[in-house]
């Protein structure tokens, strides 16, 4: 069985503050995906990265960053300068290779005030 | 443009009728899915589809039924509705093989509230 957790339910920082959100997550397959999803408050899902479970080179885009550690079964989201638009859910979500299914943790609330 | 729609977005029902929220989607996917949206649990699978006439059980399937007439369908019936069932809906499809800047396309979701 999959299972991913995401810890902190709700952060709240200063804009322009960085923040960190944790993911880690437990699979038996070897190959597997791990995804960061966004939903604004207007509720809407938002793609923002897929990351191959081979492949452990950190990403950044942006104002974004994702450090995906296999040791530690993490997959942990940066945002750098948070701007008051980052405000939304985050959702870590999980697919092994032998599935097409998705496996979500529960989210966690970033507010980031102005 | 390609697309994936829900429908109702929104709906209001009593307890113990049946309700049937519809998803249709243009890519041709195989795979389609329902997830429900609560708090403290973020999203759950009610029911995947791998194909035509293809349909199964996920995480949370009790009380929801599913049917795959086409390829572009992939309606989601609660068939007593109760309140326990009072969440948000989504619906998402995805190819088998996803290009690396996307992974399942989600539809703008459904909130379902029964009284």
């Known amino acids: 069985a999959q299972k991913v957790t995401q810890a902190q339910t709700e952060i709240s920082v200063v804009e322009k503050e960085d923040v960190t959100l944790d993911c880690v997550y437990e699979t038996r397959d070897t190959t597997y995906y791990l995804f960061w999803y966004k939903q604004p408050p207007s509720g809407e899902l938002v793609f923002l990265i897929r990351r191959n479970s081979f492949d452990e080179q950190n990403e950044i885009s942006g104002r974004y960053s994702w450090n995906f550690q296999k040791s530690t079964s993490s997959f942990n989201f940066t945002i750098t300068a948070s701007q008051v638009v980052d405000s939304a859910v985050y959702f870590c979500a999980l697919r092994p290779g032998s599935a097409r299914q998705l496996t979500f943790g529960s989210g966690t609330q970033l507010t980031v005030l102005p | 443009d390609a697309e994936i729609t829900q429908s109702p977005r929104h709906k209001i029902t009593e307890t113990g009728r049946q309700v049937t929220l519809a998803c249709h989607q243009t890519?041709?996917?195989?795979?389609m899915f329902w997830y429900r949206q609560d708090l403290g649990h973020g999203l759950r699978l009610i029911h995947y589809s791998y194909g035509v006439q293809d349909t199964n059980k996920g995480e949370v399937s009790d009380g929801y039924s599913v049917s795959r007439s086409n390829t572009e369908d992939l309606p989601l019936t609660l068939e007593s509705a109760a309140s326990s069932q009072t969440s948000v809906y989504f619906c998402?499809?995805?190819?088998?093989?996803?290009?690396?800047?996307?992974?399942?396309?989600f539809g703008q979701g459904t909130r379902l509230t029964v009284v």
């Open positions: 890519w041709n996917h195989n795979n």
């Open positions: 998402a499809s995805s190819p088998n093989r996803a290009p690396r800047d996307t992974e399942a396309f």
